[in-house]
Each structure stands twice: as C-alpha cells, then as structure tokens.
C-alpha cells in the first residue's frame, strides 16, 4: 500500500476507470466503497476493495494511510432516473471537508478529484448549468451541489501540509466504454471552443493518474477533453 492509490468511488464508472489505469502501469489500489458485498467482482490482483464513506472524516483516516494520492470519483447521483428526492445539497462539501482534513492527517499529499461539466463556463462567462439551452434545468440541483464542492475545496486553506488538490472536470461528455487513446487536452476555466470528441472514461483516467505521477496543476480546477482516435 506504500505508494498506492485510494480510489473515493472505486465500483463507480470513473473510478473502475481509475482503478484499470492505475493497475496498468503497476499501482496498487485501494478501491473504497460502501458495501463490499455489492462489489464481489471488484477485488483483484494489486485490487483492494475496503468499505469507507468519503462524506465521514474518521472512515477517510482509516482507509487513507499510506497511499501516495487519493482519487475523489464519488457522485451521489448516477442518472436521471435517480431523481433528487435523496440528494443532500451539502453532499460534496461534506466530502471536500472529509477528504482535506482525513488526507491531512494521515499524509496524503495529492487529491485528484472528477469534476462535473455543468460548471465549466460558457462563452458568455457564465456556467454552463445557467443555460438551460445547454444544461437540463431539472439537473441543476445535482450541479449546483458538484459547485459547492469546489467552492470549498477552493475556500480550504493553502500551507505547507495542505493537500494539494487538482479538479479534472470533462470538457464535454464523458463516454463509457469508448477506448482508451492514452490523449486528452487540459485546458481551464471555460468550455473548451472547438472540444474534440467527448471524453472516455478511460482516458480521463490517464488524465487523472498522470496528474499523481506528474503533477501539473495544483489547487485549480480545469477542464479535461478528448483529442480522437490515437495509437492504441
Ligand atoms: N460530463 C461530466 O461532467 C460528467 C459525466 C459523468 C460523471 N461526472 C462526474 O464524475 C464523477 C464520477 O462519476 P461516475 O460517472 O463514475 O459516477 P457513478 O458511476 O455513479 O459512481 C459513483 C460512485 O460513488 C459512490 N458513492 C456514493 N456515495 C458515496 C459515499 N458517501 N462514499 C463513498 N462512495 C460513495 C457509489 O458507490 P457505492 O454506492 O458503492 O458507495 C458509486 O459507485 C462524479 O463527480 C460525476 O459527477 C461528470
């Protein structure tokens, strides 16, 4: 576990997605979920699956320790069908807390978290969740829950023990079971103008483990795309 990975949401679509890119170039990987026995197919080789919520700051103590980074790809909403009757508004921010402060304690250094497209900005300056020409309105309370989240992660205080966060937030959609290119395109703040094809799961992984290799970005959100069909 000494330079493994914990991975926030490891049954969820990006953090399999995470968790295959970690394996392939040799991490060990910590897989959190809520309940193990619902992901009997998850542990394997260099996989270990561990029961944790990342909303309680003593479960993200207990399973963080010793890793090199940590990988926040949990969402407490999967789909629309889901609806928002259980939808806590505060749900990423608990996280942001739980995950700043268990990291911290237990020496954590790197944060890569997934972010949401909804509050990218559009070419007018405004969000993209404010359009509702672009962003379905009935989701909005979902985006604006994803917002307070990096609102907090911003608002957390920098220092010499601080966690050093990155936000990688798909500049479009993000596709399941599109291949894997190994390329992606970081760009910022805005919707990027002229977005390559939507994002596969897989290759906002490479994204995410190349920013724990090789960090680029530090305590800023940005925005990640797809580039087309590569070498592999
Ligand atoms: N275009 C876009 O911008 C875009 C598209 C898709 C996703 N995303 C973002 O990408 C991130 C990951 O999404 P995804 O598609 O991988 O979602 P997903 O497939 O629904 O997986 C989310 C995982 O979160 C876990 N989870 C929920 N509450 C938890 C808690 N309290 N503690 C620990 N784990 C918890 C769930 O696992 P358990 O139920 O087992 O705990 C679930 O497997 C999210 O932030 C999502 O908003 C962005």
Same mark, same amino acid.
């Given at each position: 576990?000494?330079?493994?990975?914990?991975?926030?949401?490891?049954?969820?679509?990006?953090?399999?997605?995470?968790?295959?890119?970690?394996?392939?170039?040799?991490?060990?990987?910590?897989? *959190?979920?809520?309940?193990?026995? !619902?992901?009997?197919? %998850?542990?394997?080789?260099?996989?270990?699956?561990?029961?944790? #919520?990342?909303?309680?700051?003593?479960?993200?103590?207990?399973?963080?320790?010793?890793? *090199?980074?940590?990988?926040?790809?949990?969402?407490?909403?999967?789909?629309?069908?889901?609806?928002?009757?259980?939808?806590?508004?505060?749900?990423?921010?608990?996280?942001? #807390?739980?995950?700043?402060?268990?990291?911290?304690?237990?020496?954590?250094?790197?944060? *890569?978290?997934?972010?949401?497209?909804?509050?990218? %900005?559009?070419?007018?300056?405004?969000?993209?969740?404010? #359009?509702?020409?672009?962003?379905? +309105?009935?989701?909005? +309370?979902?985006? !604006?829950?994803?917002?307070a989240?990096?609102?907090?992660?911003?608002?957390?205080?920098?220092?010499e #023990?601080?966690?050093?966060?990155?936000?990688?937030?798909?500049?479009?959609?993000?596709?399941q079971?599109a291949?894997?290119?190994? !390329?992606?395109?970081?760009?910022?703040? !805005?919707?990027?103008?002229?977005a390559?094809?939507?994002?596969?799961?897989?290759?906002?992984?490479?994204?995410? *483990?190349?920013?724990?290799?090789?960090?680029?970005?530090?305590?800023?959100?940005?925005?990640?795309?797809?580039?087309?069909?590569?070498?592999?």
């Amino acid at each position: 576990m000494g330079d493994g990975i914990v991975v926030f949401g490891g049954g969820g679509r990006a953090g399999r997605a995470v968790t295959a890119e970690a394996r392939r170039r040799g991490y060990e990987v910590t897989a *959190v979920v809520r309940e193990p026995a !619902r992901y009997p197919e %998850l542990g394997a080789e260099g996989v270990t699956v561990v029961r944790g #919520d990342v909303t309680d700051p003593g479960s993200v103590r207990a399973v963080a320790g010793g890793h *090199v980074a940590a990988v926040h790809a949990v969402s407490p909403f999967s789909g629309p069908e889901q609806g928002f009757d259980s939808l806590d508004p505060d749900f990423f921010v608990t996280a942001a #807390d739980a995950l700043l402060g268990g990291l911290a304690a237990t020496g954590v250094r790197r944060l *890569v978290a997934v972010g949401l497209f909804a509050n990218l %900005l559009g070419a007018d300056g405004r969000p993209v969740m404010d #359009d509702p020409a672009v962003f379905p +309105p009935e989701i909005r +309370p979902f985006a !604006r829950a994803h917002t307070a989240g990096l609102d907090r992660l911003r608002a957390h205080a920098a220092g010499e #023990d601080a966690v050093d966060w990155v936000m990688l937030t798909p500049g479009g959609g993000l596709e399941q079971g599109a291949p894997r290119t190994g !390329r992606y395109a970081i760009g910022g703040e !805005r919707v990027p103008e002229g977005a390559g094809p939507a994002l596969s799961y897989a290759d906002l992984a490479v994204a995410v *483990v190349d920013e724990i290799e090789r960090p680029t970005r530090h305590r800023t959100r940005v925005s990640v795309t797809g580039t087309g069909p590569g070498a592999e």
